[in-house]
C-alpha cells in the first residue's frame, strides 16, 4: 500500500514530504530490500528533496543490515559535507555497521581505524554516551582485526561503564583470543560465560570448534573439554576425532545424529570445521566419511558437476580442509572412471572462486596453485576465467596413470 501511493505521489508530483521518505526507506530495509533504500534515497535527492537527519540514520542503519560498510561510509561523509551533526543514532548505526562487516572488510579496508575515531568523537560528546550495543560493536571490530589488548581494554571500559558482556561480545573474545593462539584465556572466556549464566548456543559452540582448527594439538584437550560442557553430542564427536577412536560406523553414526540436532544456519560451519580438524591431525578418512555425510545430508549442494564436455569440481563455500578432502575424493572418482574404461570429457575443472576466502587468510585459489603443484596436477590457472583451474582429458589421464604407476611400485 505504501509503495502504491508513493507512486501515484511520484507519477501526480505531489510534493513529497522527508518523513514519507525516511518510512519508504525504513520499510525497503526491514524487509531486506537494501537496493531499494538506495534507490528511493537516490530518487529524492533526483527531485531535489532534502535528506534530513533522521533519513540519514535509517539508511546507515540499512546499510549496517546490509553488511555494507563502503556505502554506510559513503552516506556519512554526505551527512558530514552537508553540514549535520551526528546524534547517538548515527554513532550507533556508523559502528554497527563496521561491526557486522566480515573480517576481511574490518582488518583490510580500515574500517577498524574508522570506527575507533567515530567511537572517540561519541564519547568525547557531552550529548551521547556508549551503551551495551557501542560496546559489543568496537569488541567485534578490534576481535575482528586480531587486536587482542585493544578488545581487552574496551571490555574494561564497558565493565567500568555498568554493563555486562553478552554472549555476542563473549563470542568475539574467544575468536580474537583463538587467532592469537592463547587458548588458556579461550578457556577463561568459556568459563566466565558459564558464571554469567549464558547457556551457549550453536553459533557460540561453532565458534569454539573454528578456535579448534587454529590450535596446536598438544591444547586440543582443553578445549575439548569446553565443547563437551557446552554441547555433549558435539563434544562427543570432538571427542573421538581428538583421541583417534578408531571405530568407523560409530563415528558416522554419532556425527549423523549431531546435524540431525542443530539448526540448518550451522550445518555447514560444523560440517566444515570438523573436516579441517579431521586434515589438522591426519585423519583423511574420517574427513571423507565427513564430507560424504555432509553431501547425503545435502549440507553441501552441487560440488560436482558433469556434462559431455567438461567435468568440474566446485570448492567456493567450503573450508580449507573440506575442499582439499573434496580433491582427494574428485581424482578418486576419476581414477575409479579411467580403470572402468569410461571416457574422461574433453576438459576438466576446478573452481575455488577467486578473492578473499572467508576460512583463510589467503584466496583459495592461491593456496590451490601451490597444493596443485605439489601433487605436479595438470591444472592451471585459466587466465581469462578467474578462479579456475583446467586441463584437459589427454594431461589428466596420462597424470592419472603415472599416479596408478608410481602407487604400485611403492606398494
Avoid at 511520484?10 to 530495509?29: E, Q
Avoid at 587458548?183 to 561453532?206: A, H, K, S, W
Wanted: charged residues 25%; neutral net charge; contains cysteine.
Amino acid at each position: 500500500m505504501a509503495f502504491s501511493l508513493y507512486d501515484r505521489a511520484r507519477t501526480s508530483k505531489w510534493r513529497i514530504d522527508p518523513v514519507t521518505f525516511s518510512t519508504l526507506i525504513k520499510i525497503h530495509g526491514q524487509s531486506g530490500n537494501f537496493d531499494g533504500c538506495l534507490n528511493v534515497y537516490e530518487e529524492m535527492k533526483a527531485i531535489g528533496a532534502k535528506p534530513n537527519l533522521v533519513i540519514y540514520n535509517t539508511l546507515l542503519d540499512a546499510m549496517g543490515r546490509a553488511k555494507r560498510p563502503w556505502q554506510a561510509k559513503k552516506i556519512y561523509r554526505e551527512m558530514i559535507n552537508k553540514e549535520f551533526s551526528p546524534n547517538w543514532v548515527t554513532y550507533a548505526a556508523l559502528l554497527r555497521a563496521y561491526g557486522r562487516a566480515r573480517y576481511a572488510m574490518c582488518a583490510d579496508v580500515g574500517y577498524a581505524d574508522e570506527a575507533v575515531e567515530i567511537f572517540k568523537d561519541m564519547k568525547s560528546s557531552e550529548t551521547w554516551k556508549p551503551d551495551s550495543w557501542t560496546f559489543s560493536s568496537m569488541i567485534t571490530i578490534y576481535s575482528c582485526s586480531g587486536k587482542v589488548t585493544e578488545a581487552e581494554t574496551m571490555l574494561h571500559e564497558m565493565l567500568e561503564a555498568g554493563f555486562q558482556p553478552n554472549i555476542f561480545i563473549l563470542t568475539s573474545l574467544i575468536q580474537c583470543y583463538g587467532k592469537a593462539k592463547r587458548t588458556d584465556d579461550v578457556v577463561r572466556i568459556f568459563n566466565q560465560l558459564l558464571e554469567l549464566g549464558i547457556t551457549p548456543d550453536e553459533r557460540f559452540c561453532g565458534c569454539l570448534l573454528n578456535v579448534m582448527t587454529q590450535t596446536p594439538k598438544e591444547e586440543l584437550c582443553k578445549l575439548a573439554n569446553c565443547i563437551e560442557r557446552a554441547d555433549e553430542k558435539l563434544g562427543y564427536v570432538v571427542r573421538l576425532l581428538v583421541e583417534k577412536q578408531d571405530n568407523s560406523d560409530n563415528f558416522k553414526k554419532e556425527a549423523s545424529e549431531l546435524f540431525n540436532s542443530i539448526g540448518s544456519d550451522v550445518k555447514k560451519a560444523y560440517c566444515n570445521c570438523l573436516i579441517d580438524l579431521c586434515v589438522n591431525l591426519d585423519l583423511l578418512e574420517r574427513a571423507c566419511e565427513l564430507l560424504d555425510l555432509g553431501l547425503t545430508l545435502q549440507i553441501y549442494i552441487g560440488i560436482q558437476s558433469r556434462s559431455q564436455t567438461q567435468w568440474s569440481l566446485y570448492l567456493k563455500g567450503l573450508s580449507l580442509g573440506a575442499a582439499l578432502t573434496a580433491l582427494h575424493v574428485w581424482i578418486n572418482d576419476l581414477s575409479r572412471v579411467l580403470e572402468s574404461g569410461e571416457e574422461l570429457p574433453p576438459l576438466l575443472g576446478i573452481n575455488t572462486g577467486h578473492g578473499k576466502h572467508k576460512y583463510s587468510d589467503k584466496g583459495l585459489a592461491s593456496v590451490f596453485e601451490s597444493h596443485l603443484k605439489e601433487l605436479n596436477a595438470p591444472f592451471h590457472e585459466a587466465p581469462d576465467k578467474a578462479g579456475w583451474f583446467l586441463t584437459t582429458k589427454v594431461a589428466v589421464k596420462s597424470w592419472l596413470e603415472s599416479r596408478s604407476s608410481s602407487e604400485l611400485v611403492a606398494a
